[in-house]
């Protein structure tokens, strides 16, 4: 009999702290998972505004018993702000890297700040002026990493809210934002490699 492979196989990270410090340093890595996360956040918007807007036609409709309503299927708004903070997350955390090296020393992660999910702190951490909407953005990003973009419930009853309405407008948002990150952090990469910074 066959042996099943695997359908994900894991190799053991064998090399020197030194190369892991190295790769965690380089702004482009956490550009590149952002990007990854990004563009699935993209596609996750496209289905939330398809939603929203079969929702919309939907609400017209309910008086009128002649017209068939298509079933909904799971809004997406909350995965979509999860997606969105994740790719923030790791944009902020390479231009932290840009301007505080030493957070990756040892072949791991050091101090709150780097292992931190709380997008304001990394925001404040990384001298960026935010609009009001954007600080909203990552606040509600926070959230939606810790609690809401991935469980059911929070890590308890205190933190539980009994609604809250997301408007439309936050992908637009959303875009400004990470292509406000994407550039900062490659400006900043290009002033420390020529000497600037």
């Known amino acids: 009999m066959k042996k099943k492979q695997s359908i994900i196989q894991s190799?053991?990270?064998k090399g020197k702290a030194e190369n892991y410090d190295n790769a965690g340093k380089q702004p482009v890595n956490w550009m590149s998972k952002a990007a990854q996360i990004n563009r699935a956040a993209r596609i996750i918007f496209k289905i939330v505004e398809k939603d929203f807007n079969k929702l919309s036609r939907q609400s017209r409709l309910d008086n009128d018993k002649s017209v068939e309503i298509e079933p909904t299927y799971p809004f997406?708004?909350?995965?979509?702000?999860?997606?969105?903070?994740?790719?923030?997350?790791?944009?902020?955390?390479?231009?932290?890297?840009?301007?505080?090296?030493?957070?990756?020393?040892g072949g791991k992660l050091t101090g709150n700040l780097i292992t931190s999910h709380k997008l304001s702190d990394l925001s404040i951490g990384s001298e960026i002026e935010f609009t009001e909407e954007e600080?909203?953005?990552?606040?509600?990003?926070?959230?939606?990493?810790?609690?809401?973009?991935?469980?059911?419930?929070?890590?308890?009853?205190?933190?539980?809210?009994?609604?809250r309405t997301i408007?439309?407008?936050?992908?637009?948002?959303?875009?400004?934002?990470?292509?406000k990150l994407v550039y900062e952090l490659k400006e900043r990469d290009d002033s420390k490699r020529h000497g600037a910074l």
Request: glycine share 6%; aromatic share 10%.
């Open 135 to 163: 600080n909203e953005l990552l606040h509600a990003g926070t959230e939606a990493i810790e609690s809401w973009g991935r469980y059911p419930i929070p890590k308890n009853v205190m933190k539980l809210k009994s609604s």
């Open 167 to 179: 408007k439309l407008v936050i992908g637009e948002i959303y875009n400004k934002l990470y292509d």
């Open 76 to 105: 997406l708004m909350d995965v979509f702000i999860f997606l969105a903070a994740l790719a923030i997350e790791n944009l902020l955390k390479g231009i932290l890297m840009i301007s505080k090296p030493g957070l990756i020393s």
């Open 11 to 13: 190799i053991p990270y």
